[in-house]
Structure formats: C-alpha cells, structure tokens
C-alpha cells in the first residue's frame, strides 16, 4: 500500500478529469457561487441543488445584494430546500463579509470557518476550490471511501486525516476533494458499489479481501420520534392568519399556520383552539377538517389535521412567534412556507377558497 500511495492520486485525477459531472458551480472558481453550492450541498442530493442553485443567483446574483435582502426573501428563495438554518446563516455570513470586510472573501480556511453555517468540510471545500489551500474535505462519501480503501469497518478521524493527508494532491486540492466526494456519490456508493468501474480499485483493500459490502459498518437505524400536529386556518373576513416563527430553531423565520401538539386526552379540535388561545391571544370556532399532511423531517416525523377555522374574540398577537399577520389568500404564495404548509396552501386553493 505504501508503493501505491504515490499513484492514488494521479489514478483518481486522471478518472475526475475524464469523468467528472458538468456541474454548474464549476464553471469557474468564483469564491461567491462556490459557497452558495457547497452551502446548498450540505444534506442535499445535487439533482435536487441544480435548480435551486440556478433560481438563486438570478435572485441574488452577488455578495452585496444578498447582504441587502431581507431575510424573508432569501427563506422564499430557499423555499422547498430544507435544513433552512443554512439560508439563515448564509444570508449573516454575507453581512458579515461585508459590514466587516468590505465584501472582501476569506483568503484561507480558518477564515472561512469562522463563518456562520461553515464547518469543518465546508471550509475545506470552499478553500481547497477556490485558494487552493491542501486541505482535505471530509464527508460522509470520503469516510465511506477512505474506510474501503483501508479496509477498516469502524474508521476513526485520526487515521482517516492521516490517509488523506499523505495522499491529497497539493497542487490540485480542489479537483482531488470533489473527485473524492464524487467517487463516492456516484461509484463507491453505500449499498451497491460499482467497484468495476472504481478508478482507484487496484488500492482498495476492501476489494481485495472481500469485503466491501461489510465496509463500513453500518449503524443501526434509530427510530424517530412521532407526533401529532393540529393546525388551524383561520379567517378573518377576506383574510386568514398565518404566524412567523422565531429565527432560531426548526425552520426558523418561515411562516405557517398556528398550531401545535395534540396532548394526551384532547381531540385535535381541542389542541387547535388551545394552541391558538395559547400563540396567538384568539378565540376560535374550529370548523370542518381539510385535510391532514404527513411530512417527515431529519430526526422525527408529523401528522399535520389541518382544520377550516373562524375568528371570534380578541386581537392577533406574537405571543409564541416572531410575527403574526392577516393576509389575504392570494398573498400567501409570497410567502416563505415549510414544505408541509405547502401542501396545505395547495388544498386550500384547489378547495377551501374556490368555494368563496
């Protein structure tokens, strides 16, 4: 393996430049769309980043203009994305470079770390692309591909640094960290590994001994948590009432219709008018059901019982969110929404208000 060390990076450089994906983020090395990619990249399939990447920077087609925009516009832009702490952090981290730097971007990894929304591989990345900097970039497919090539089942972080370490190209860091991230997204994938078509299989000591499909060890699933959600459309006249929550936390700074956890021992129409007593300071009539929204999220899943509800005493106030606000229906869409109250908005129009 020591002969062969000197050869894996040529091996898998050589495959990168034949075989690589035309990715729209490299079209250049431009530090601005570089971090936009790697920022939507994080926990997100590329199919799936391709058409938000594009949307996005026809939005926010530079640092300054992000750094202007109301955070409101950068969460509707994001919208459908996911893990929306990204956008919140992304949309500080330009208002940072720019109140503090001038609009100036930083010219070395510990810079970029510093950050809000950049870990460790994000820096790494990021530096590695755009300055060059021989740093190598760690994620979940590097791990996997590093602990193949070792053969070890369980690949702890000092050995993993050491292996990438000595075999990273220093005069092309970037080409070598996406090729390893690629190797891993498209051919030493989890479940069905194409090793005939690995580029580097002559170094992989899991091939060699049979055993790449026990390489790494996989982690049993833990059972995610469940809930039950009730949530209320209320109108008010013309308008319904839609609530802002708070910035940090779970899709922090989106907008949803109030509601909550159903408790033990309440109906779902209970939850609703206790939750809105309790959110916004209303009295309600809870009306029919419209519909109930499965939705699951990174570490749990909900049921959302969505209910037609009306106004009946007291003033709309942000008691346990950001903002409260009575729109009328045809605004909504401009609003920034989780995915489920998307689902929601959809009934609404096809249902609910074609009625009225």
């Known amino acids: 393996m020591a002969l062969e060390m000197h050869t894996f990076a040529r091996d898998l450089l050589r495959w990168y430049g034949r075989r690589s994906r035309n990715l729209p983020w490299r079209k250049n090395r431009d530090p601005y769309r570089v971090w936009i990619s790697e920022v939507m990249l994080q926990q997100t399939r590329i199919e799936t980043v391709i058409p938000y990447y594009r949307r996005f920077l026809r939005r926010f087609p530079s640092l300054r203009l992000l750094s202007r925009s109301p955070l409101e516009d950068v969460l509707k ?51 590695s692309i755009v300055l060059g900097e021989p ?36 005069r092309r860091p970037g080409d070598f960290n996406q090729a390893m991230m690629e190797l891993g997204q498209r051919v030493c994938v989890a479940r069905t590994p194409r090793c005939g078509e690995c ?77 809105f007593a309790e959110e916004v300071g209303l009295r309600i009539g809870v009306g029919e059901k419209l519909l109930t929204v499965p939705h699951r999220y ?42 489920a109250n998307k689902k929601i908005l959809q009934t609404l129009k096809e249902q609910l208000w074609r009625k009225t």
Request: net charge positive; glycine share 10%.
């Open 77 to 127: 832009a994001w919208e459908g994305l996911g893990y929306y702490a990204r956008a919140r952090n992304l949309h500080r981290a330009a208002k940072r470079i720019v109140e503090e730097h001038g609009g100036r971007f930083p010219e070395a990894h510990d810079d970029w770390a510093s950050l809000p929304g950049i870990g460790a591989y994000t820096a790494a990345a990021i530096s």
């Open 199 to 275: 580029p580097v299989r002559r170094h992989c000591g899991a091939l060699e001994a049979g055993t790449v499909s026990r390489v790494p060890a996989r982690l049993p699933r833990k059972r995610i948590p469940h809930f039950e959600i009730a949530i209320g459309v209320c109108r008010k006249g013309s308008r319904v009432l839609v609530s802002r929550r708070k910035e940090e936390g779970l899709l922090g700074g989106l907008w949803e219709f109030p509601g909550g956890k159903i408790r033990t021992g309440e109906t779902p129409e209970q939850a609703v008018a206790r939750e």
């Open 298 to 339: 990174s570490h749990f899943s909900v049921n959302l019982h969505t209910y037609d509800c009306r106004h009946v005493s007291g003033r709309a106030q942000a008691i346990d969110s950001a903002e409260v606000r009575w729109v009328r229906p045809a605004d909504l869409w401009k609003l920034a929404f989780p995915a």
């Open 135 to 170: 740093v190598p970039a760690v994620d979940g497919n590097v791990r996997r591909v590093v602990s193949r090539l070792l053969n070890v089942a369980r690949l702890g972080d000092r050995p993993l640094l050491s292996f990438l370490d000595s075999v990273l190209s220093e």
